[in-house]
């Protein structure tokens, strides 16, 4: 063989090896966060949801990372949302509440905040979200601005999850980006929707955000009637349930979301792709009050969506990572704007955003169980507020001052505000809360008097009287009558 042939081939061999190692490379792994809709602390079976069956969540929660002391940056949705995707304190965009449907002028700003599945995008991830967005309605706020490649969902708040009539009575429903009357069930439509996106780019790598319609009011399985018609609009009617009809519905509905987990993961199987996919479930507030008196949905814990007591801001968490993650129960106190953070660090993608954030990654803690810093950790709902210090959690409501000590009483049942022994600890906090405001509040938040009472203005009001002409909602012996 002569010089030039043996040449050659050395040089075929070291290409196929380059090759060969080009091939072997590390796919960035995909990624996939659910974000339930008031869904309390125990509204999963494997959380101590009573008449709740959830097996595809449980068997993630059994092979993952079950996080038993996870808190939602609010007691309301909106918020929570704003935390997630900027991985900062709401406060930090001049939001206390909720965004109106009825104002397309104002929501979070991809362009001045940072915003999760920009920078996935722009880390070359193919983006999908697919549900409820509730972070604006106008155009520069939509899913689109903020870098996803894909939507299928609803802008508002909520919507009938049969109808599709949103919180104005008109239907909220897009397809690929764009206004449709699909028919179907919500939250089978979202399912399927996901699976479909996992079967298009499964060859990429993914960001799926599935921000779930359920548990939200209007209270609909699959098979229940519309609660909102075009001559007929009903907000919520969950309070006239009976007991039994109440979680009939609401296990229908957590059932349907559990069934859609199912269906994701036989996706990723499907393609071999499980081992390289984190996913998160999570819920953006505790459950609500009717929940709470039908069905004990937060547990034993007080409290209830919009309320800051533990049963209005705790809620169920859990990581999955096959291979990745080792099977435990972690009970360091984790929030919602930490997963910003925890994502990128686990996909090795730097944060080169000019503003700080307040969430710190869980990624250590998460893979090896270790504990987390202490830090203060606040919760600002219009104008009350809540801190936590240690096992110290003070509440700074409308009705005054309240101290609890949550390793002695998780149940907050002790006020321990007026105690001489905890006089100093108060004050501390009280001066923490109001030093916290003043360095992270803009806007209204910024401007609020903790206790002062002062509501929210609300700016879509509509003549409810009027557009159902006179009709109202009744539940008689064994269902719903409008008349």
């Not at 869904?39 to 038993?68: M, Q, R």
């Not at 508002?156 to 999850?161: L, R």
């Not at 129960?329 to 953070?341: A, G, H, Q, V």
């Not at 270790?370 to 009350?384: G, K, N, V």
Request: hydrophobic residues 35%; glycine residues 8%.
């Amino acid at each position: 063989m002569n010089k030039i042939k043996i040449l050659l081939l050395a040089v075929a061999a070291i290409l196929s090896l380059e090759s060969c190692s080009a091939n072997k490379a590390p796919k960035k792994p995909n990624v996939i966060v659910i974000l339930a809709d008031d869904l309390g602390y125990a509204g999963l079976s494997c959380f101590g949801g009573e008449g709740i069956a959830t097996p595809h969540l449980d068997k993630l929660a059994e092979n993952g990372v079950k996080c038993s002391n996870f808190y939602a940056n609010s007691t309301v949705c909106s918020p929570t949302r704003v935390a997630l995707f900027s991985g900062r304190y709401q406060q930090r965009v001049g939001l206390d509440h909720i965004y109106f449907h009825c104002v397309d002028s104002v929501g979070f700003d991809p362009k001045t905040n940072p915003s999760l599945p920009l920078i996935m995008k722009e880390a070359g991830y193919k983006t999908g979200v697919f549900g409820k967005w509730h972070l604006g309605s106008g155009e520069a706020f939509q899913p689109k601005a903020h870098g996803f490649d894909e939507f299928t969902g609803f802008l508002d708040g909520n919507i009938d999850f049969v109808s599709k009539h949103n919180t104005e009575s008109e239907v909220d429903w897009f397809v690929h980006h764009q206004p449709t009357n699909q028919e179907g069930y919500v939250t089978n439509l979202l399912n399927q929707a996901v699976v479909d996106f996992i079967d298009k780019e499964h060859e990429h790598p993914f960001f799926i955000y599935l921000p779930e319609a359920a548990v939200h009011v209007p209270m609909q399985g699959p098979n229940d009637a519309p609660l909102r018609t075009d001559d007929f609009y009903a907000y919520a009617v969950q309070h006239k349930f009976p007991k039994d009809e109440y979680m009939r519905r609401y296990s229908e509905m957590v059932r349907s979301m559990d069934d859609g987990v199912g269906m994701i993961m036989q996706a990723l199987r499907k393609y071999n792709i499980e081992d390289n996919t984190l996913i998160i479930f999570t819920s953006d507030n505790g459950g609500e009050g009717t929940g709470v008196k039908h069905g004990k949905v937060n547990g034993d814990h007080r409290g209830h969506k919009v309320q800051l007591y533990e049963g209005g801001i705790k809620v169920p968490a859990l990581f999955y990572w096959k291979g990745q993650l080792i099977p435990s129960i972690n009970d360091n106190k984790m929030l919602t704007m930490d997963l910003l953070p925890t994502i990128l660090e686990m996909c090795a993608i730097d944060y080169n955003d000019p503003h700080k954030l307040d969430g710190i990654s869980l990624k250590e803690c998460i893979s090896d169980n270790t504990s987390l810093p202490e830090r203060d950790l606040f919760w600002m709902h219009t104008d009350r507020i809540a801190m936590q210090r240690g096992h110290l959690k003070l509440l700074w409501l409308t009705s005054g001052i309240e101290l609890y000590d949550l390793k002695a009483d998780p149940l907050e049942q002790i006020n321990l505000a007026n105690s001489e022994s905890y006089q100093s600890e108060l004050q501390q906090m009280q001066e923490a809360c109001l030093a916290w405001q003043k360095q992270t509040a803009t806007g209204f938040p910024g401007q609020r008097k903790f206790g002062d009472g002062v509501k929210t203005p609300w700016p879509c009001s509509r003549d409810l009287n009027t557009f159902n002409a006179g009709k109202k909602y009744y539940w008689e012996n064994d269902g719903p009558i409008i008349r």
